[in-house]
């Protein structure tokens, strides 16, 4: 039972099609249209047109990009989802998240900035925005309050 009586449910995962084992390390980016499962080391990005699911032995090393994203491992990188992002008792990311929605169990880290609720952005084109946005935010000074300056 969790919080307030509902029954806990298990994040809904996709079939997982592709698997990073223990023993394996890989040094470059990751992608494809099924699920993932990392439970080695990747040093590099890893992008999904499903879910990825860190396991408690799994780190990435780089930025994740998914529909679902479950960690119970280590994240050193930004992630951002379209769904859900778990992050299990085990999990750690440090970086920032861009999720439609979030949960973070008791013993779970997250390091960073958070971005919820809307469609994940890209981060670049945010920053620039928000740069402009700021510009035009300042008002002009009229030239009698200049001089005062």
Do not use: Y
């Not at 396991?55 to 994203?69: H, L, N, P, Q, Y």
């Not at 994240?75 to 008792?89: E, K, P």
């Amino acid at each position: 039972m969790s919080w307030r009586g509902q029954k806990e449910t298990n994040p809904t995962v996709d079939k997982i099609e592709n698997v990073i084992g223990r023993s394996c390390t890989v040094h470059g980016d990751l992608v494809a249209d099924g699920a993932f499962r990392v439970d080695g080391t990747i040093e590099g990005s890893v992008e999904s047109k499903a879910s990825v699911v860190v396991g408690e032995s799994g780190t990435v090393k780089g930025d994740i990009r998914a529909v679902e994203v479950l960690v119970a491992g280590k994240i050193h990188g930004n992630v951002t989802c379209t769904g859900h992002l778990d992050i299990m008792s085990t999990g750690t990311i440090e970086g920032d998240i861009d999720a439609k929605s979030l949960r973070v169990e008791t013993g779970g880290v997250f390091a960073g900035t958070s971005r919820m609720g809307g469609k994940p952005t890209d981060q670049k084109a945010q920053k620039a925005g928000k740069e402009q946005k700021d510009k035009s935010a300042t008002p002009e000074l009229s030239p009698q309050f200049s001089a005062a300056r």
